[in-house]
C-alpha cells in the first residue's frame, strides 16, 4: 500500500493526503522517525500525527509544540477540545503542573460535563495539597456524571466511596482492556494519595500489563493516557526507592 500511495504522490494526486498516509503506515510499522519526516511535509493535516509521534517517542517538548501548534490551527472547532485535552498528559509529565491543569480545565468548560480529565485535574490538586479545591470539583463532577456508568465508578473510587479493589474488580467483570486499564491506573492514583506506595506501584504494573498502548477509541495511534502515565508514574516510585537506599 505504500508503493502506491508513493506512485500516487509522484503523479502529484492529492499529495498532502497520500503523504499522510504513507506517514501513518509507516508508523504502525514502528517507523517513527519516517513517519515523521512524511508528516512535517503534510501542513495542518500533520500536526496532531507529529504530536502523538513525538510523545510516543517520549520527545515531549516536542508532543507539547505540536500539539499547541493544532489548537491554534482549528480555531474555535470542537476539534480543539481533543488536542487541548491530550496536551494536558504531557504538560503534567514534564512537571508543568499549572498548565495541566489550565488544559483540564478548558477541557471540562468546553464539553460541559465530566470526563477523564476531570478525574486526573481532581487527582493533581489533591497532590498539590489543594484539597478544599478538589473536595468541590469531586462534588460536583458526582453531581453531573451519567448515574451509572463506569466514569461514575472512577469518581467514588476517588471519593472514597469504593474501595480500589471494587474498582478493580468492577473494571475486570466488564472485559474490556481500556476500562481494565484504566481500573488499575485510577486505582494505584487512589493508592498513591493514600501513601499506599507499594500497593500503587503493583496497580500502576497491572496497568502496563494490560499494554493497550493506543487509545482504542481514537485514530492516529493516540497514546492511551492511562497506560503512559502508568509508565510514568512507575518511573517517578523507582526514583523515590533509589534515593531512600542512598540515604
Avoid at 460541559?112 to 469531586?138: C, M, N
Avoid at 476517588?158 to 473494571?171: C, H, K, M, R, W
Avoid at 484504566?182 to 499494554?211: G, Q
Wanted: glycine share 4%; aromatic share 12%; hydrophobic share 40%.
Amino acid at each position: 500500500s505504500i508503493n502506491a500511495a508513493r506512485e500516487l504522490v509522484t503523479l502529484n494526486h492529492e499529495v498532502v493526503i497520500w503523504r499522510a498516509f504513507i506517514g501513518d503506515v509507516l508508523f504502525k510499522q514502528g517507523n517513527i522517525h519516517e513517519a515523521i519526516a512524511e508528516y512535517k511535509e503534510v501542513g495542518n493535516l500533520g500536526l496532531i500525527r507529529l504530536a502523538n509521534s513525538y510523545r510516543y517517542l517520549k520527545e515531549y517538548q516536542s508532543a507539547i509544540e505540536y500539539y499547541t501548534k493544532a489548537v491554534e490551527s482549528e480555531g474555535n472547532s470542537m476539534e480543539n477540545v481533543w488536542y487541548i485535552y491530550q496536551r494536558a498528559t504531557p504538560l503534567w509529565m514534564t512537571g508543568n503542573v499549572e498548565k495541566a491543569l489550565e488544559d483540564y480545565q478548558k477541557v471540562h468548560t468546553l464539553l460541559g460535563t465530566p470526563f477523564y480529565s476531570d478525574v486526573r485535574y481532581i487527582i493533581i490538586l489533591y497532590e498539590l495539597g489543594r484539597i478544599d479545591v478538589a473536595q468541590k470539583h469531586l462534588k460536583q463532577a458526582l453531581l453531573e456524571v451519567e448515574n451509572p456508568s463506569w466514569l461514575r465508578q472512577i469518581f467514588l473510587c476517588v471519593a472514597g466511596e469504593i474501595s480500589t479493589d471494587n474498582l478493580v474488580e468492577d473494571g475486570l467483570a466488564r472485559n474490556n482492556m481500556e476500562i481494565i486499564c484504566e481500573a488499575y491506573y485510577y486505582a494505584a492514583e487512589v493508592c498513591l494519595l493514600n501513601d499506599k506506595i507499594e500497593e500503587a506501584r503493583k496497580w500502576f504494573e497491572k496497568c502496563v500489563e494490560t499494554n493497550v498502548v493506543f487509545d482504542p477509541d481514537t485514530a492516529l495511534c493516540t497514546p492511551m493516557n492511562e497506560y503512559e502515565l502508568a509508565g510514568w508514574r512507575i518511573d517517578q516510585l523507582t526514583d523515590i526507592i533509589h534515593d531512600e537506599d542512598d540515604q
